[in-house]
């Protein structure tokens, strides 16, 4: 997927840091995809240098930027951890998803061609056809990243290419785990691909929006809300 799509756009979510403090932002977005690290998870400097093979400034830069990003939360009086959303933080996630997701597949509906975008959009459904119901929840985040990826490809804003892998959506979904979640997703993801090939902005817009309130729907179900 990553060879059809280049490296345009980076859902991970940002470019990142390079170098040391790079390995360190890096491995702590794996953990947290790979489900190694989870929301309210505390993080130690010494342990993370070890593990990561860098020294703490490494650590504390990489930590910084991910604060910067929402990911982690830095306290003076305690350890930095993975950011663990409460009720009114979810929500807000949501609305914010909601409008840049209803952005993204509209901008990819508008402008899809089938000769410049037939092979990206094609090769992020092909990832999603396979993941089944016992596949790894990793595998499924990082099929769901290639996918939104496409749309941004292919709708070409760098706007919105630049803002929205800040979305935390990603804590979200390790926060929130769910087969129900799983397939909402699938099935949205195949309805917003037919609308963006057929160039049904307004539908692909509204397939967005509709998408992300039925995660919404079933968030608010475990939760009790």
């Known amino acids: 997927m990553s060879d059809e799509i280049g490296d345009e756009v980076d859902l991970w ?5 390079m170098g040391a403090s790079g390995t360190v932002y890096r491995g702590i977005m794996q953990d947290l995809e790979e489900r190694r690290m989870v929301p309210g998870q505390r993080l130690v400097e010494t ?5 990561f093979g860098v020294g703490r400034n490494a650590v504390r830069e990489a930590m910084q930027r991910l604060a910067m990003r929402g990911v982690i939360d830095l306290n003076r009086n305690r350890s930095a951890s993975i950011r663990l959303l409460d009720r009114a933080e979810t929500m807000e996630v949501l609305d914010v998803a909601a409008a840049l997701t209803t952005l993204a597949a509209g901008a990819a509906a508008a402008r899809y061609a089938q000769q410049d975008h037939g092979n990206i959009l094609d090769a992020a459904m092909d990832d999603l056809a396979l993941i089944g119901p016992m596949s790894e929840p990793h595998l499924f985040s990082r099929a769901r990243r290639n996918f939104y990826r496409a749309l941004l490809v292919i709708g070409g ?3 919105l290419q630049r803002v929205f892998p800040a979305v935390g ?4 979904f390790s926060q929130f785990q769910s087969p129900r979640l799983r397939d909402v997703r699938l099935d949205d993801y195949r309805a917003m691909r037919d609308a963006v090939v057929a160039g049904q902005t307004e539908s692909a817009r509204l397939l967005g929006c509709e998408h992300v309130e039925r995660v919404r729907a079933i968030i ?3 939760i009790g809300a």
């Open 13 to 17: 979510p940002a470019a990142g840091p």
């Open 47 to 51: 342990e993370l240098a070890t593990r």
């Open 157 to 159: 804003n760098r706007e």
């Open 169 to 172: 959506m990603h804590l979200i």
């Open 220 to 222: 608010c179900d475990l």
